[in-house]
DNA sequence: ATTTGACCTGACTAT
DNA sequence: GGGTTCAGGTCAAAT
């Protein structure tokens, strides 16, 4: 039973754009959950709630967590990123101008990688609300409780957990044929196949390859962990809404395979073609019932 | 080298 | 309630 003594507030001032229940519910995380203005959820493990404040973030953990809460968090949020420089740069084209002033704050975020991988693992063929849900259940079942004053929640499953729980055991989780990809993923991971941290110490172009190695794993999904948790910004995933506004509103209708939309794209966004998806995205799923061109 | 179809299941929207 | 559905794809097989 924790009592308030086990927790501490602490205050992270943020000089940055940044709205919070857009990002947080963005799709790039999907384990979020507000009531009343206070977000709860994990940040770097660890159980923590957000609160928006005039001057930035009023953040809660629990005691033994507080070492280093402030830089965790200025972390997760990228608060490094001079993001008004980057929409100076960006607003030169209208298309993002106008993405920019509907979602302005929107930020990208720097995840745990292997939570991540695994949501992305899982988004295959599916929707927002449906991977959330997934991704609860795997917790739900098979990560470790945290408290916080009146907060329960379940921590994101270890490799070794997802590991020997094992496919038949993710499939009653509802993950569909994802579960095979999840489990020999978590066994690679587990068995020290691959640390995914020292990823961020490497190319784009290397780390993209080492992910693609991983059953599961195509293109699309590992651009998702190379931007929102590899420090990858020039990491592009082309989804459908991103491929529809390329091709829609850049390439006047023309079809291009991945490869060839991603080098346009970086030869267009470049250095800021991560965050240049990310407004996009919005922008053109935004428009899908108002038939705008 | 490119294209095609199967794949689990829940959400969504229009009959 | 169903569905020539659709959903932030991937993989293996067949051109």
Request: with cysteine; charged share 25%; proline share 4%.
């Amino acid at each position: 039973m924790s009592t308030s003594s086990d927790i501490a507030r602490v205050e992270v001032r943020v000089d940055q754009p940044l709205n919070l229940p857009l990002t947080l519910e963005s799709g790039q995380a999907f384990r979020w959950h507000e009531a009343d203005g206070v977000w709860s959820g994990f940040i770097r493990g660890e159980l923590v709630t957000l609160e928006r404040t005039d001057d930035g973030l009023s953040v809660q953990c629990s005691v033994p967590a507080v070492p280093g809460i402030q830089d965790a968090v200025q972390r997760y949020f990228r608060l490094d990123d001079d993001l008004p420089a980057i929409y100076e740069e960006l607003c030169k084209d209208e298309r993002l101008s106008e993405a920019i002033h509907q979602h302005w704050g929107l930020r990208i975020l720097r995840q745990e990688p292997w939570e991540c991988l695994t949501a992305f693992i899982c988004s295959q063929n599916s929707n927002i609300p449906r991977i959330a849900k997934m991704q609860e259940s795997l917790a739900n079942d098979l990560g470790q409780t945290y408290t916080l004053g009146g907060i329960q929640r379940q921590g994101f499953p270890t490799p070794e957990a997802l590991a020997s729980a094992g496919e038949e055991t993710l499939r009653t989780l509802a993950l569909g044929y994802r579960a095979k990809y999840v489990a020999k993923t978590a066994e690679i991971v587990a068995s020290g196949g691959l640390d995914l941290y020292t990823l961020r110490e490497t190319s784009y172009d290397e780390a993209k390859a080492t992910l693609m190695e991983l059953p599961g794993v195509g293109a699309k999904v590992a651009d998702c962990v190379l931007l929102f948790a590899l420090d990858k910004l020039e990491a592009v995933p082309i989804d459908r809404w991103v491929r529809r506004a390329f091709e829609e509103w850049y390439l006047d209708g023309e079809e291009l395979p991945y490869d060839k939309l991603l080098a346009w794209a970086h030869q267009t966004f470049n250095p800021n073609a991560g965050y240049a998806q990310q407004y996009l995205f919005f922008r053109r799923r935004q428009a899908k019932d108002k038939s705008l061109t």
